[in-house]
């Protein structure tokens, strides 16, 4: 149902009396996007578990196959190499047909992205093809675009737009950058005439004049640091990490003119826009570490987050927290930091957890203890422990992790 | 509306999954009457985690008596063993001589189990003849083996 249908509807049903003038107003605001439901907890903490054993079992698989890698035929390698991208095709359709949630549907799309890295970076390895990771970065996001037109999820556009970025940061000094250019700049105009025609996401469009002037600001923004990364990588992420600081004040202000003057203002764009470029700026300063300069990006990026309105808490909620997560990720497995993602998400772990112990907090702690799981399970595949020993603890955690879901799902929960 | 964009959704996977079968195949298609040359290489063995395990390579190309530095196309031939030489440099393309524009050989990919024993054992051997074998055809390019004295260093190792 569009919104303008939405709204004319719902005055109909308040003149009937079938709802009151603050049900109408809550039934608005959440086809709006102003509020979110509160997923079932259960349900939430049942697909986490889920899909950590699903992270075990995945790397158990991976260091038995690298264990016996040597032993198998060309044949048997290419199958392997596709198996990534024939699986996640297979979670894909299992979760349009099932009409699955939000979550497991940004988890397949997050999937589905890396399966397809994968399999490419797998095939290109087996037959020795050349390759940059710019075409790589580029050719994925193509791959992974027009899923946003299947299942509407946001976790793509912004997988898109990071992987974007980043290629096209890659690719500067190669002729083809204009063509690529121009093809992001096609995607991004299809993206918002798509989202012009479902007016209830609010992703690109949604009508409200402060969020075409936001979106405004942030791209002028963005477009204002882009060409100084021409010369220097290292000037580009102080600049990218200079404008997550404006745009946090641009915040402040709307704010501010919003609550003091009560003019009717939309951040939602303005606050989609600075989580995807503090991204991109954390990216960029994992992938220069070595420079000094970038312990202050840090201190920047991680200011940024504490410097928001609302509890740290609140900013890594919902959508965000997901792709914190993924960071979190790559941080571990690109381990071209190893010191500084181990302070940073140790820090993390132990800052929520004092805060759930602080307040009681039930569900936070479990939160906290599954992502510690995850953390030591990937740093304990990173290691250099023996392949067979790693394959097989993986697995027996994984198992672990499926029977402790198969508990926890049966148990009622009473907080 | 439903079927529309299950029929997207299979285009996409097909698409995905054909991407990585057609590289393979394009690539080999192209290369398949692709010249073959020798290119002498040094190794040492890195641990790239987003990658894997592979051999780091430093490939030694030669020039000719006239060849400085490359340029935008690097024109090509072999010696009387078989080995690559630059023989020409040239910033337009050449028409009916064999050239690459840009050569990745620092990295030659092999398993876990191998590329530690292949370093040990570049390292032990360095008076032995190591150099890859690669098929040029216009530009495009592809790494066929690494050898060890005309003998493939998965089958030396092993």
Redesign the interface.
């Known amino acids: 149902m569009s919104k303008i249908r939405l709204e004319s509807e719902i005055e109909i049903w308040k003149k009937e009396e079938f709802i009151s003038e603050e049900q109408a107003e809550k039934i608005l605001d959440y086809y709006k996007g102003n509020i979110k439901v509160k997923k079932n907890f259960k349900e939430n903490m049942s697909s986490l578990l889920y899909i950590l054993a699903g992270v075990c079992m995945a790397l158990g698989i991976i260091a038995i196959i690298?264990?016996n890698?040597?032993y198998f035929g060309m044949i048997e390698r290419?199958i392997i190499?596709?198996m990534p991208?024939?699986l996640?095709?297979g979670l894909?359709?299992y979760a349009?047909i099932k009409k699955s949630d939000t979550g497991f549907v940004n988890f397949v799309v997050l999937t589905?992205c890396g399966a397809?890295i994968a399999?490419?970076?797998?095939?290109?390895?087996?037959?020795?093809?050349?390759g940059?990771l710019y075409s790589l970065l580029i050719?994925t996001a193509g791959?992974?675009f027009?899923?946003f037109?299947?299942f509407e999820s946001l976790s793509t556009i912004i997988i898109f737009t990071l992987l974007t970025t980043v290629g096209v940061i890659y690719s500067l000094e190669i002729k083809e950058f204009s063509f690529i250019l121009f093809i992001y700049t096609v995607a991004i105009l299809l993206l918002g005439i798509y989202q012009g025609k479902f007016l209830d996401r609010n992703f690109i469009v949604r009508q409200k004049v402060s969020n075409f002037v936001n979106l405004a600001v942030c791209f002028s923004l963005y477009l204002l640091f882009v060409p100084k990364f021409l010369e220097n990588v290292d000037e580009f992420i102080f600049l990218m990490a200079v404008a997550v600081i404006l745009l946090r004040f641009y915040e402040y202000a709307m704010i501010i003119l919003y609550e003091k003057l009560e003019i009717p203002i939309d951040l939602v764009i303005l606050k989609k826009f600075n989580k995807i470029l503090i991204i991109i700026t954390i990216l960029f300063g994992l992938f220069e570490v070595e420079v000094q300069e970038f312990h202050i990006i840090y201190l920047f990026v991680i200011g940024g987050l504490f410097l928001s309105k609302g509890t740290l808490k609140e900013r890594m909620q919902d959508d965000f927290n997901i792709f914190y997560c993924l960071f979190c990720l790559f941080v571990i497995?690109?381990?071209l930091i190893a010191f500084y993602a181990d302070v940073v998400i140790i820090t993390s772990l132990v800052l929520y957890a004092t805060k759930a112990v602080k307040r009681n907090d039930y569900r936070l702690g479990v939160k906290v203890f599954n992502t510690a799981i995850f953390y030591i399970v990937v740093k304990f595949f990173?290691s250099s422990a023996d392949?067979m020993v790693k394959a097989i603890l993986l697995i027996v955690i994984s198992i672990i992790l499926l029977v402790v879901n198969k508990i926890f799902r049966g148990k009622k929960y009473e907080k | 509306m439903k079927n529309k964009?299950?029929i997207?959704?299979?285009m996409?996977?097909v698409?995905?999954?054909l991407?990585?079968?057609i590289?393979?195949y394009s690539?080999?298609l192209y290369l398949k009457d692709a010249e073959v040359y020798k290119i002498a290489v040094s190794g040492y063995d890195p641990y790239d985690?987003?990658?894997?395990k592979?051999l780091a390579l430093s490939a030694d190309i030669e020039f000719g008596d006239n060849v400085e530095w490359e340029k935008d196309y690097n024109i090509i031939s072999k010696n009387e063993n078989g080995y690559m030489v630059v023989t020409d440099v040239s910033y337009d393309e050449p028409e009916n001589r064999n050239y690459y524009q840009e050569?990745?050989l620092d990295r030659?990919?092999i398993?876990?189990?191998?590329a530690l024993k292949a370093e040990e054992y570049m390292r032990e051997n360095q008076d032995k003849e190591y150099y890859l074998e690669v098929a040029i055809k216009n530009g495009t390019?592809?790494?066929?083996?690494l050898y060890v004295d005309g003998v493939p260093i998965?089958e030396v190792v092993?």
């Open positions: 690298s264990y890698w040597s290419v190499g596709l991208v024939v996640s095709a894909c359709i349009y589905n397809v399999s490419i970076a797998l095939i290109g390895q087996i037959f020795h093809l050349n940059s050719v791959l992974i027009f899923m037109f299947v497995l690109s381990g990173m392949l | 964009k299950l997207l959704l299979i996409i996977l698409v995905q999954i991407t990585p079968i590289s393979i690539k080999n985690v987003l990658r894997g592979y050569l990745e030659y990919y398993t876990d189990k191998l390019y592809k790494i066929i083996n998965e092993r």
